[in-house]
C-alpha cells in the first residue's frame, strides 16, 4: 500500500515511488543502498513483533503505531513478506487498542496510533479534538508535532498550532523550519527560512538535527519535502555566494553507514542514548525512524 494521504502529508505522491514530496530521485547507487537498508531495517523490525501483534515493553501503542508505519512497504512487493504480515498483524492490534476506552495511554501515543491506522482505515481516525486540547499541556517540540498532525486529520488547526507557533522560541533554523512546515506562510517567509537553513546546514545546531536522533533527521527530511519542495539552497545575497545543499545524499550517506548488521538477520539502529540491556524499545524506535527517514530521501 502506498504510504501517502491527503489528509496527512506525511508522505506525498511523488512520480510513482509514493515516498517523498518533491524533488529530485537520489543516485541509482545509493538509492539501491538506501532499499537495501530499508529491508534489513524491515526484516529486523518484523523479528522482533510480539506474538499479539504490538511491539516493546514499556510504551507498547507508541513503539506499535510507529513500527506499523515503518514495515508498511511503499508500494505491493517492495517489502519482505515478514513485514508486510507484521504491519497487518500491528493494525488489528491497533485498532483493538483503540476500542479500549479505558485504557491509559499518554497522549502522545493517542496521536501516533492515529496516524498509523488513518494509513490504512481514514474514515477510522477519530482523535478526540477535546482530548487534543490537552496539547497545550505537553512540553517537547516532537511530541507537539505529532500531536498537530494527529489533530488535522480531523481538519482541525492543531489546536491553534499548539498555542501559536509564533510565540515559539525557536533555538534554529532547522526547529523552525520542522515547525513551520505544518503551517501557512507566505512565499516569501517560506523562501527567507529556506535559505536560513540552508546556509547554516553544517551549524552544530542544525547537525544535531542530522544525527544521530533519526526522529529529528526524519521530521527535518519531511519539512524540507514538505515546506521547500525537497529542494534546499539559498540565492546569492550581497556578499554571500549562492548555496544548493545536497541534502538527500548527505543524509542517505550518513545513515546507511551507520546501520548495524544483526547476525541474526537483517540491520538496526543503534539508539542515540544508552538504553537499557534488558530492553530493545530504544532500539526499535530508532530503527523505526531511521527506516521513515530513509523511505523521505
Request: aromatic fraction near 6%.
Amino acid at each position: 500500500m502506498l504510504l501517502c494521504l491527503a489528509a496527512w502529508p506525511l508522505w506525498g505522491q511523488t512520480g510513482t515511488s509514493g515516498r517523498r514530496l518533491d524533488a529530485g530521485p537520489l543516485a541509482l547507487s545509493i538509492q539501491n543502498e538506501v532499499d537495501a537498508a530499508i529491508r534489513r531495517a524491515q526484516l529486523w523490525l518484523a523479528q522482533r513483533q510480539q506474538p499479539d501483534g504490538s511491539w516493546g515493553h514499556s510504551n507498547r501503542v507508541f513503539l506499535t503505531a510507529l513500527t506499523c508505519l515503518a514495515t508498511c512497504p511503499d508500494k505491493p512487493g517492495t517489502a519482505p513478506a515478514a513485514a508486510d504480515d507484521a504491519a497487518a498483524r500491528a493494525r488489528l492490534w491497533l485498532a483493538e487498542s483503540a476500542a479500549v476506552t479505558n485504557q491509559a495511554v499518554p497522549l502522545e501515543a493517542m496521536a501516533w496510533r492515529e496516524l498509523a491506522l488513518a494509513q490504512m482505515l481514514p474514515a477510522a481516525t477519530s482523535f478526540p479534538r477535546a482530548v487534543a486540547a490537552q496539547a497545550v499541556a505537553v512540553t517537547g517540540l516532537l511530541a507537539r508535532l505529532t500531536i498537530v498532525e494527529a489533530c488535522r486529520l480531523q481538519g482541525t488547526n492543531g489546536v491553534a498550532l499548539a498555542v501559536a507557533a509564533a510565540d515559539e522560541a525557536f533555538a534554529d533554523a532547522a526547529e523552525r523550519v520542522v515547525w513551520l512546515s505544518l503551517r501557512e506562510v507566505t512565499p516569501a517567509d517560506r523562501a527567507a527560512m529556506t535559505a536560513a537553513l540552508a546556509r547554516t546546514w553544517r551549524t552544530p545546531a542544525v547537525v544535531s538535527w542530522q544525527e544521530p536522533d533519526a526522529q529529528r533527521a526524519w521530521r527535518l527530511a519531511r519539512a524540507i519535502n514538505r515546506y521547500a519542495g525537497g529542494d534546499l539552497a539559498a540565492p546569492a545575497e550581497g556578499t554571500q555566494p549562492a548555496v544548493r545543499v545536497d541534502w538527500r545524499h548527505q543524509l542517505a550517506r550518513a545513515w546507511i553507514a551507520r546501520q548495524r548488521i544483526d547476525t541474526r538477520g537483517g540491520g538496526y539502529w543503534p539508539p542515540a542514548e544508552p538504553a537499557p540491556a534488558e530492553s530493545d524499545d530504544a532500539t526499535i524506535a530508532q530503527t523505526a525512524f531511521a527506516t521513515l527517514l530513509l523511505r523521505e530521501l
